[in-house]
């Protein structure tokens, strides 16, 4: 099993920047993938960011050039900064790794964290 929690949300004016943590209760290392989804009110939840265990990263078309997805292996965490940030970025944001072993695809949801963007 793995438990995923998130912390660093919280209220921010438009143009504000947070910073997101997605602490891991195992190595990160026996994690294949890690992302960042988030869900508005009445809205699907939507991927945000990935990063792999190799460090290759992407993003959806909303966020690329303001948010930034990285991991810290020593500190079992994964992170996302968010920057210029924006009303529509308001949502719910969730953690979610996924560990891959033989035969096996295991997936885990952090709780998730509040982000609200004022105008």
């Known amino acids: 099993q793995v438990q995923l929690v998130e912390s660093g949300g919280g209220l921010v004016q438009t143009g504000g920047s947070l910073r997101l943590s997605c602490a891991a209760s195992v190595s990160i290392f026996s994690i294949s993938a890690m992302d960042w989804y988030r869900q508005a009110p009445g809205k699907q939840r939507e991927l945000v960011a990935s990063?792999?265990?190799?460090?290759?990263?992407t993003y959806s078309a909303s966020v690329k050039g303001r948010f930034t997805i990285s991991r810290d292996s020593a500190k079992n965490t994964m992170y996302l900064q968010m920057n210029s940030l924006k009303p529509d970025d308001s949502a719910v944001y969730y953690c979610y790794a996924q560990r891959v072993s033989i035969g096996s695809i295991s997936r885990y949801w952090g709780q998730g964290t509040q982000v609200t963007v004022s105008s």
């Open positions: 990063i792999t265990s190799g460090g290759t990263t």
